[in-house]
C-alpha cells in the first residue's frame, strides 16, 4: 500500500530550540497512526509541518506524493481541502457558531445551497453528538463539546487525511471512547489516514495501526502497540505500560 | 559603557528586523490584494464594524471639536473685530488639519486597537492556523480585508468629523452670538476651494492604510497568551498613531508642492 504521508529527515528548531531532529516516517494510506512522547517533544509540531502550517528548516514532507516544503500556496491551500486537522484547543472561530464553523468550509469550497449547507453542518455534528449546539456561539460550550465541534469541522470535507491532536483531552472517559469509536469508523468507511497525537495510551491503541514515540525531537521507536510494549528501549516500554489504566 | 552600547545595538538590531517584517508584511498585502477571489462577504462585515461602528464616536468627537475651536476662534478674532471670519476660520482649520489627524487619531485608537487585539486573539488560539488549514488564505481573509476597509473609511469618517465639526463650531457659536444657521454656513464654505478640501481628505487614506497594516502586522504575529494579545493592541495604538502624526508632516508638504496655493 502507498505511503500518504512520508517525512523525509525533517528537521526544525524554533531559535535556540531543536524541536525535530531528522526525523522520517512513513503513513499509509488508510491506517491510523499515532505520535506518542512527554509534553514538548515536537508531537503537535509535526501535525503542523505535515499540514504545511509551519514550514521545515530541511527534510521533505511528501502528502500524497507532492513534496508540500516546496508547495506555492495555490497548490498548498489544494492540498489542504483534503485534510482535516483537529486542533488541541480546537481552534474554533468564536465570532460565528458552532454550526457556522463547521459549515465553513462547505461555504467557501463546495457549491452547495445555503440550505444543503446547513444540513450537512446539522448531520456532521449530530455525528459528533452536538445536533442540539448549531446556533450555540463556541464560548457556550465546554472545553469536551468545543473539541467535539472542532473534530465536526475537521470532518466537513470529508478529508483523506486527518490530522489530529489530542482528540481525548479533557473529555469524560465515555465521550473519549465514543470519539475514539468514530475515529475508527471514519478509518475504516471512508479510508481517511489517520494522524493522531495523543498522551492517552489505550486510546491510541485503540485507533492506530501503527504508533511512534518521540523524545527529544528524535523518532526514539516506531511500530505496532505489541512491537512498542517490547521494545529495547526502557523509556518506549515505560511510556507505553505507564498509563495501560489510563 | 560597554553594556550600554550592546544594549543599544541590539535595541536597534530588533528595531531594523521589526520595520524589515512590517515592509515584507506590506508587500505580501500588495501581493496579496491583487488575487482573487475577492473576499466581498468580509469586505462588508468590516465596513459594519470598523466603518459604521467608528462613526458615533467619530461625530461626538467632531461636535465637541467644532465647538471648542469655535470658542477659541471667537476669543481670538474678537480681538481685532473679526467675529464674522469665525465661521470661516473655523471650516479651514477643520477642513485642513483637525479633521484628518483627528480623525485618524481617534480610529487607530478604537479601530486599531480592535484589529491589532481581534487578529492577535486569533493568533494565540490557532484560529488564524485553524483557517490556513481549512484552504483559506488567512492573509487575504483577514489582513488585506481590513487594510482595504480602513482605506475605504477613512476619507468617509473624516467627512463625518468636518461636517459634525462644523456643527458643533455653529452650536457654540449661535449660543454666544446668536449667529444665524445660513450666514454661518455661506461664510464657513464661502473659502475652501476644491483644493482645500480634497486632498486633505485624500490623504486620509493613506493614515487608513497605516493604521490597518501596522495593527495587522501586530495582531498577525502576536505570541505569548493574552499578555502577548494585549501587547498588540497596545502597540498597534501607539505606533499607528505616531506613524500616523510622521506621515502626515510628508503628505502636508507634498499637497503643498502639487497644489502651492493651499499654503499661501
Redesign the interface.
Given at each position: 500500500m502507498s505511503a500518504a504521508i512520508q517525512l523525509d529527515k525533517v528537521s526544525k528548531s524554533f531559535g535556540q530550540k531543536k524541536v525535530l531532529q531528522d526525523v522520517s516516517l512513513s503513513i499509509e494510506k488508510g491506517k491510523a497512526y499515532a505520535l506518542l512522547g512527554r509534553s514538548g517533544t515536537g508531537k503537535s509540531v509535526t501535525l503542523?509541518l505535515i499540514?504545511?502550517?509551519i514550514k521545515v528548516d530541511s527534510g521533505a514532507v511528501n502528502v500524497d506524493g507532492k513534496d508540500i516544503t516546496k508547495l506555492e500556496?495555490g497548490e498548498l491551500?489544494?492540498t489542504?481541502?483534503h485534510?482535516?486537522?483537529l486542533?488541541?484547543?480546537a481552534?474554533?472561530?468564536?465570532s460565528i457558531s458552532v454550526g457556522e464553523n463547521v459549515a465553513?468550509?462547505l461555504r467557501?469550497?463546495t457549491k452547495k445551497t445555503d440550505a444543503e449547507v446547513r444540513d450537512q453542518a446539522g448531520k456532521i455534528l449530530e455525528r459528533v453528538g452536538l445536533g442540539k449546539e448549531y446556533d450555540s456561539m463556541p464560548a457556550d460550550l465546554s472545553g469536551g463539546m468545543r473539541k467535539r465541534a472542532g473534530l465536526a469541522?475537521a470532518l466537513a470535507m470529508e478529508p483523506a487525511i486527518l490530522?489530529i491532536d489530542e482528540p481525548s483531552a479533557g473529555l469524560d472517559p465515555i465521550t473519549a471512547q465514543e470519539i475514539d469509536q468514530l475515529l475508527i469508523d471514519i478509518k475504516t468507511k471512508q479510508q481517511t489516514t489517520l494522524v493522531v497525537v495523543t498522551h492517552n495510551i489505550p486510546s491510541a491503541k485503540r485507533i492506530a495501526d501503527r504508533l511512534a514515540v518521540l523524545h527529544d525531537g528524535r523518532l526514539l521507536a516506531e511500530g505496532t502497540a505489541e512491537e512498542l510494549e517490547q521494545s529495547e528501549h526502557e523509556m518506549v516500554r515505560t511510556f507505553m505500560t505507564s498509563q495501560q489504566g489510563g | 559603557m560597554g553594556s550600554l552600547s550592546s544594549s543599544v545595538m541590539s535595541g536597534a538590531e530588533k528595531a531594523i528586523e521589526w520595520f524589515g517584517g512590517l515592509n515584507l508584511f506590506i508587500g505580501r498585502i500588495f501581493r496579496e490584494s491583487f488575487r482573487g477571489p475577492l473576499e466581498f462577504t468580509e469586505i462588508l462585515k468590516q465596513v459594519f464594524e470598523i466603518g459604521w461602528r467608528s462613526a458615533p464616536l467619530i461625530t461626538l468627537s467632531g461636535l465637541a471639536v467644532g465647538a471648542v475651536l469655535s470658542m477659541h476662534s471667537r476669543s481670538t478674532l474678537e480681538r481685532f473685530g473679526a467675529e464674522s471670519m469665525i465661521p470661516t476660520a473655523l471650516a479651514f482649520a477643520l477642513v485642513k488639519e483637525t479633521g484628518p489627524l483627528v480623525t485618524g487619531l481617534l480610529v487607530s485608537g478604537r479601530v486599531g486597537a480592535g484589529i491589532g487585539a481581534e487578529l492577535g486573539?486569533m493568533r494565540v488560539?490557532?484560529?488564524i492556523?485553524?483557517?490556513?488549514?481549512?484552504?483559506?488564505?488567512s492573509m487575504k481573509y483577514l489582513v488585506v480585508t481590513r487594510v482595504a476597509v480602513c482605506v475605504i473609511c477613512m476619507p468617509l469618517l473624516t467627512v463625518l468629523m468636518n461636517f459634525a465639526g462644523i456643527f458643533g463650531g455653529f452650536f457654540a457659536e449661535t449660543t454666544v452670538s446668536g449667529m444665524s444657521f445660513n450666514f454661518y454656513f455661506r461664510t464657513a464654505f464661502s473659502g475652501l476651494a476644491f483644493s482645500d478640501y480634497i486632498p486633505p481628505t485624500l490623504k486620509t487614506m493613506v493614515f487608513g492604510f497605516l493604521i490597518g497594516a501596522t495593527s495587522s502586522y501586530l495582531g498577525y504575529n502576536a505570541s505569548g497568551g493574552a499578555e502577548g494579545v494585549g501587547r498588540a493592541s497596545t502597540q498597534s495604538v501607539v505606533l499607528s498613531s505616531i506613524f500616523l502624526i510622521l506621515c502626515n508632516v510628508i503628505l502636508v508638504k507634498i499637497i503643498f508642492l502639487i497644489y502651492p496655493e493651499t499654503g499661501s
Open positions: 503542523k499540514c504545511g502550517l500556496s491551500s489544494e489542504r481541502k485534510m482535516g486537522f486542533f488541541q484547543s481552534a474554533l472561530f468564536d465553513f468550509p467557501r469550497h469541522r490530522l | 486573539g488560539t490557532e484560529q492556523d485553524a483557517l490556513e488549514s481549512l484552504a483559506v488564505n
